[in-house]
């Protein structure tokens, strides 16, 4: 596999509720973000993501640039010496969205749902009601009994 470090990866909220991005292109800038954070780039081959996720070279190619057009990461070659061919290729998250890691969510992820239909002030009612109905029958029926 690859010779990453990688024991696992943190999703941002910021990037996991992204509409403009695929879930592959969540994960590949996720990794990118994670092996970013001291150097504010990082080196990273077509081949070692393809590894990572088990696709084409070609499918990471082309995330990989649909990350730089829409505005997520940079891409940096360094070609060798007296040469066209590249040497290494540097992936820098665009400054908006590299801090993700420090940043904490504004508002609690609750706020966005509806309550659960088990709330219990929303019963309280019914409680009583049925409560109310199990007396009024267990007396008629003592009350037969009685007769």
Do not use: H
């Amino acid at each position: 596999m690859s010779n990453l470090n990688l024991k696992g990866i943190w999703i941002p909220i910021e990037i996991l509720t992204a509409e403009k991005l695929s879930d592959k292109e969540k994960i590949i800038y996720s990794i990118i973000l994670y092996l970013s954070k001291q150097n504010s780039y990082c080196y990273l081959t077509n081949k070692t993501i393809s590894e990572l996720l088990n696709i084409s070279i070609t499918q990471v190619s082309k995330l990989v640039n649909s990350l730089k057009d829409k505005k997520y990461i940079d891409i940096e070659l360094i070609y060798k010496e007296n040469s066209k061919q590249v040497e290494m290729r540097k992936l820098i998250p665009i400054s908006k969205n590299k801090n993700t890691y420090l940043t904490k969510v504004k508002y609690p992820l609750q706020q966005n749902f509806n309550p659960p239909i088990e709330d219990k002030t929303l019963f309280k009612a019914d409680r009583k009601q049925k409560t109310s109905r199990r007396k009024n029958k267990a007396v008629t029926r003592t009350r037969r009994k009685r007769r």
